[in-house]
């Protein structure tokens, strides 16, 4: 599985972005950059990446710098799969 | 094909449940119980049940749909709701689907989301049951944190760590209270049950598979646990491009989700046969 290819897909399903997450780079900012992202929608994606890679994501593990860009997210997620 | 329509109301142990039962007007080919989604995702999913239903009796399957004990208009309250009562309403589902045709057996289970929590403890005793099941959840544990985390969620942009984490409501109801998510009362023994909760193919799983999943872009990769189960059982598996019916803000449908199911299951009901005329 290409990591930074579904956590786009994800972001895209949950935000119902349709197909604009193709364009996303590294450095792009989510938290201030995507107005979709909300609390609740933090919440969806948190689980549907839960579903899609199968682990656990704690409260304590995540906080704002988690979805500061799409590389920190991709980055957090990278470290779940690793451990 | 002309279908038939029967709304009623099942007898369970202390109450009765709704029930829609869905059948061609001819001989059906196959019975099915839908196990439905939790709260408010068998909400957002109702429409698009319905209509599966309706698309599996025209392709020659009958199919049952009931509302557990304290969902819908059946009696009692979703805060006396357990997994153990909803299974004990499954089981009180396939006799009636049993008695109604006792030449087809055994019944197909049709789960989604969380229904497949539901299908575990009947595919224990019965190896094989053939499975639809349409986005599972396959982890107990993790959903009954994801509801607790919707619940926080509202909390998190002003005060993070506070009383509204996941954990402190897992305390809540560790220590005895009710709390109401996304306006269903969920009991503490109900915590309890969906924590322990699993649902994973026996090794020793025969009937038929078939393992749907939905994503909006087309070709996104099945889950983890999908990809598992494949490698235990003959499992079909396919992603299926559509909207989240179950979590979208708006109802939403997936006519592909329909179509792909109720081509996929014909196709194995006349594998079977064939399997069986060579027999």
Not at chain 1, 40 to 56: C, D, I, K, W
Request: proline share 4%; with cysteine; charged share 20%.
């Amino acid at each position: 599985m290409d990591t930074r290819g579904e956590v786009l897909g994800v972001l895209d399903d949950v935000l119902s972005l349709k197909g604009r997450s193709a364009s996303f780079r590294d450095d792009m900012t989510l938290m201030s950059g995507l107005p979709e992202l909300d609390s609740m929608a933090v919440a969806n994606v948190l689980t549907a990446l839960e579903e899609r890679f199968g682990f656990t994501i704690d409260d304590d593990e995540i906080d704002a710098s988690t979805f500061e860009t799409v590389g920190t997210l991709v980055e957090f997620v990278r470290r779940k799969r690793a451990a | 094909m002309t279908i038939v329509q029967e709304a009623f109301y099942l007898p369970v142990d202390d109450g009765r449940c709704f029930a829609v039962y869905r059948a061609p007007h001819a001989d059906a080919r196959a019975t099915m119980l839908h196990l439905p989604a939790f709260g408010d995702e068998m909400n957002k999913a109702r429409a698009m049940t319905a209509c599966a239903a309706r698309a599996f009796a025209h392709a020659g399957v009958a199919v049952l749909q009931v509302d557990w004990e304290g969902c819908g208009d059946s009696s009692g309250e979703h805060r006396d709701a357990t997994l153990a009562r909803w299974v004990a309403n499954a089981r009180a589902a396939l006799t009636w689907l049993r008695a109604r045709h006792p030449d087809v057996s055994p019944p197909w289970l049709w789960a989604l989301r969380a229904g497949a929590l539901i299908a575990a403890p009947l595919i224990a005793q019965r190896s094989d049951v053939p499975l639809l099941l349409w986005q599972p959840v396959v982890n107990g544990k993790q959903y009954l944190m994801q509801l607790l985390r919707l619940k926080a969620a509202g909390a998190w942009a002003s005060a993070r760590g506070d009383a509204s984490s996941t954990k402190a409501l897992r305390a809540r109801l560790a220590s005895g209270e009710v709390l109401e998510i996304g306006g269903y009362d969920v009991s503490p023994a109900l915590a309890d049950e969906l924590e322990a909760a699993t649902f994973a193919l026996p090794v020793e799983h025969t009937g038929p598979v078939i393992w749907l999943e939905v994503s909006s872009s087309a070709h996104a990769s099945m889950s983890a646990a999908a990809t598992a189960a494949a490698h235990v059982a003959a499992v079909k598996t396919k992603t299926i491009a559509g909207p989240g019916f179950w979590q979208s803000v708006e109802i939403e449908r997936c006519d592909e989700l329909v179509a792909q199911s109720s081509s996929l299951v014909a196709e194995t009901l006349d594998a079977v046969r064939r399997a069986g005329a060579v027999l």
